[in-house]
Each structure stands twice: as structure tokens, then as C-alpha cells.
Nanobody
Framework: QVQLVESGGGLVQPGGSLRLSCAAS????????MAWYRQAPGKQRELVAD???????RYADSMKGRFSISRDNAKNTVYLQMNSLKPEDTAVYYC??????WGQGTQVTVSS
């Protein structure tokens, strides 16, 4: 079955960095568009960034210049590099494959 396993979340101070990873199995990874979403308490889930099967990337406006999405098809893994983190980036971050499959999420907390 399809599994998306996120890792790399945690507690970080404002201005810090984190790198999230999402390891996929059960899909032909290289053919899938992959994405990161996030959901903060009391808010709707929102798109953070996505990357097509060919490597084209898109970002939500508030993440442009701070976040970077990438993929390694040899490792069936998609990454989200997050820099200059702000308290408002605190959320559960979810990996998505093909707008169909979801991971369990990883908590990111930005606080001093």
C-alpha cells in the first residue's frame, strides 16, 4: 500500500532552519507530483509548495524565498528546506503525493 512517512520536524527558534523529508513507498514516485501542505491550529490546511514529476516548483507567496522544495527520485524522497522560520510557520506539515495520498504529518514549532 502507499506510505508517505514525514520526518525532520521539531522545535526551532525564530530565524532558524529545518529540513523536512518525506519517504514514499507503494507508488511509482518519479511519476508523481509531490507537495507539502501545512495546517496550523484552528486553520485550514494550506499548500506550502509543490514539485512536478519534471522538477518544476511552486510556492505559496508567504514561503517564497524562505522555503525550498526538492526531490530525489533515486531515494523516493521529497524534501522541504525551511529557512528564516517565523512563529507563524508553526503547524503540522503534511506530505502529499498526486493530490491523493497523505502522510501522517510532522509537527513544526517555531518559538523562543
Amino acid at each position: 500500500q502507499v506510505q508517505l512517512v514525514e520526518s525532520g520536524g521539531g522545535l526551532v527558534q525564530p530565524g532558524g532552519s529545518l529540513r523536512l523529508s518525506c519517504a514514499a513507498s507503494g507508488i511509482l514516485f518519479r511519476l508523481y507530483a509531490m507537495a507539502w501542505y501545512r495546517q496550523a491550529p484552528g486553520k485550514q490546511r494550506e499548500l506550502v509548495a509543490d514539485i512536478s514529476s519534471s522538477g518544476s516548483t511552486r510556492y505559496a507567496d508567504s514561503m517564497k524565498g524562505r522555503f525550498s522544495i526538492s526531490r530525489d527520485n533515486a531515494k523516493n524522497t521529497v524534501y522541504l528546506q525551511m529557512n528564516s522560520l517565523k512563529p507563524e510557520d508553526t503547524a503540522v506539515y503534511y506530505c502529499n503525493a498526486g493530490k491523493t495520498h497523505w502522510g501522517q504529518g510532522t509537527q513544526v514549532t517555531v518559538s523562543s
